[in-house]
């Protein structure tokens, strides 16, 4: 009886894989992958213009603001010459003033003087004569007549008339050139010495009222005016 070979399989070398043994295959890994230098410049030459490509169309496609055109403005052109005050270009006032002053005359007043002003150059109202009457806070106007203490004579610009104009000018004619009262306007009163515009404005309330001045003596019923400022307005005025 023969004992059991021990030698190897048949058609098997000595020291040979059995079969099947090795037959399995390894998976590539992640680092099995190996681009080599080339291929790592191209894909970072790629990426360079990817990104450069992304940043130009988001610099394009960026939200720009419309420039505004600028208002055309036209040129006004000034009127020839300069406009010239009331005063006229030296900015003077000539008013004449008589009656109870010092140096009754003319004077020269600077644009905007009051009647105070024409006074005080005229010399100054003599002792007695109360200017209060006049209204001295009253802006003078160019060639007026002021007259102090004295009824103006008939014709005689108002004051606060403008130069040039008519006594009365605007109203219905009075007796003697005198102002009437129940036509008269307020800046017409208010031109009377010694009236100004709140006492004007009384002396119209007080027509509208009494429907009308039937006579001059009927100014005393008017609040402000005085025995003093009446016989100041007395002989220029009729109802």
Known sequence: MLADDPSPADGLR????????????????????DPGRR??????????????GAGLWAW???PRAEPV????TADVPVAGGAVETAAGPSGELVVAVAGKVRRPGLVRLPAGARLADAVEAAGGALPGVDVALLNPARKVADGELIVVGLTPPPGAA???AAPGAAPGAGSAPGVGGRLNLNTATLAQLDALPGVGPVLAQRILAHRERQGGFRSVGDLRQ??????????QLKDLVTP
């Open 14 to 33: 000595p020291g040979a894989p059995e079969p099947g043994a090795g037959s399995a295959r390894r998976l590539p890994g992640p680092g099995a992958f």
């Open 39 to 52: 291929g790592v410049r191209a894909l970072a030459v790629v990426a360079a213009v990817a990104v450069l």
């Open 60 to 62: 394009r496609s960026r």
């Open 69 to 72: 055109p600028p208002v055309a």
């Open 158 to 160: 108002q004051p606060g």
């Open 222 to 231: 008017v609040e402000g005016i005085g025995d003093a400022r009446y016989e």
